[in-house]
């Protein structure tokens, strides 16, 4: 089945006194292109984490966050009180050499960095936690994709049964298209009244009729028909290989316009550039 390259997950676990969440997105790209914003505590684990995104994703533009934030449950911070007393010994220093000074307050005092002491986050406990919950991550972001790209699917499949539908119908009326447009030219000609060579004739109405014929073009899209199929079928990403066959589709409805002899033949290659045109866009979102 094949996988929409848009998804969301987000994973969540406690480390001690911190809470580690990891999420991870994903949208449509040519490659596979990986963004990732980590703490520095957990950035030398940096090339483990992109190893384990490539054995699950081909495609997409896939960016991964993770936050580390301290437990409501876990110990406040406390004043450094070594570096509370050396800043008192060199604010009586700054006090004999520059009397008239403004002497600090009470919150400038705590803002001073290195006045708080809190808890050391131990960077090997979270980054084994990083890795152990990132399979569970990626498995989730991997469901999130699957049922978009169940619903993709869909669309196409929809769409490919509209095509066949016009392909049929084009088939059936074709023999008459081709007699009616014979016809024309033949009650034309005789509507001039002059002499002519029948033999001639024939000979026009068959090169008229060879370039007006389509059934090449009807039979190529029968096959990129089954070439969708197979596609959707394979298990494998597809998205590629079903943008190349989007460009071959459009290139016959293309040259089904250019043949075109009728108003209906004129609507059928409109209704087929509009359905591979959506389809177009559909298979875009495919890895």
Not at 39 to 47: A, G, H, I, N, T
Not at 105 to 114: I, W
Not at 134 to 159: F, K, N, T, V
Not at 262 to 272: D, F, G, I, M, Y
Request: hydrophobic letters at 40%; proline letters at 4%.
């Amino acid at each position: 089945m094949p996988q929409s390259m848009t998804g969301f997950a987000n994973q969540s676990v406690a480390v001690g006194e911190w809470n580690l969440s990891l999420e991870c997105k994903s949208v449509n790209s040519r490659f596979l292109d990986l963004t990732l914003k980590l703490p520095d505590v957990v950035k030398r684990s940096e090339p483990a984490l992109r190893q384990l995104i490539t054995e699950k994703l081909v495609r997409g533009k896939v960016e991964l966050s993770i936050r580390i934030e301290r437990s409501e449950g876990g110990p406040d911070a406390t004043l450094n009180l070594t570096k509370l007393s050396d800043m008192k010994d060199a604010l009586a220093t700054v006090v004999q050499h520059l009397p008239n000074a403004r002497p600090p307050s009470s919150l400038d005092v705590l803002m001073t960095p290195g006045i708080w002491v809190s808890a050391t986050v131990d960077s090997d406990e979270i980054i084994d936690a990083c890795l152990d919950i990132m399979p569970a991550l990626m498995a989730s972001l991997s469901r999130h994709r699957q049922i978009e790209g169940d619903r993709l699917e869909a669309l196409l499949r929809e769409r490919c049964q509209g095509i066949k539908t016009i392909v049929l119908n084009y088939r059936e009326q074709l023999p008459a298209l081709q007699a009616a447009q014979q016809q024309k030219l033949r009650d034309r000609i005789n509507t001039i009244d002059v002499p002519h060579d029948e033999k001639r004739l024939e000979e026009e109405l068959a090169i008229l009729a060879n370039k007006s014929d389509v059934a090449e073009e009807l039979d190529r899209l029968d096959a990129h028909m089954a070439a969708i199929d197979d596609a959707l079928r394979s298990g494998q990403p597809c998205g590629r290989r079903l943008d190349f066959v989007m460009q071959e589709l459009n290139r016959e409805a293309n040259t089904l316009g250019s043949k075109t002899t009728s108003l209906v033949t004129t609507n059928a290659a409109v209704e087929l550039k509009v359905l591979i045109e959506q389809m177009r866009e559909q298979v875009q979102n495919l890895e």
